[in-house]
């Protein structure tokens, strides 16, 4: 499934610390994040949302887009 992102959309992180272990009660998605800057390749600039950056640059596979429960 292709994912398309934009400036400004809600993604949440794939933790992949648990990709070899799953468990039943273990959290794997990390978030939420604001996307700030995309490239060519597909990686993806994250914000938290009281606007700090988050260090490095996340693969776009990782991600998943969080809808919002209220608009």
């Keep these: 499934?292709?994912?398309?992102?934009d400036k400004g959309n809600m993604v949440l992180i794939y933790d992949s610390k648990y990709f070899k272990?799953?468990?039943?009660?273990?959290?794997?998605?990390?978030?939420?994040?604001?996307v700030?800057?995309?490239?060519?390749?597909?990686?993806?600039?994250?914000?938290?949302?009281?606007?700090i950056l988050r260090p490095g640059w996340v693969n776009g596979a990782l991600l998943k887009p969080l809808?919002?429960?209220?608009?």
Excluded: E, N
């Design 1 to 5: 499934m292709k994912k398309a992102f």
């Design 21 to 34: 272990h799953l468990g039943m009660l273990q959290m794997h998605w990390l978030g939420s994040y604001l």
């Design 36 to 51: 700030a800057d995309i490239t060519d390749s597909r990686t993806v600039q994250l914000v938290q949302l009281y606007g």
């Design 67 to 71: 809808t919002p429960v209220f608009q």
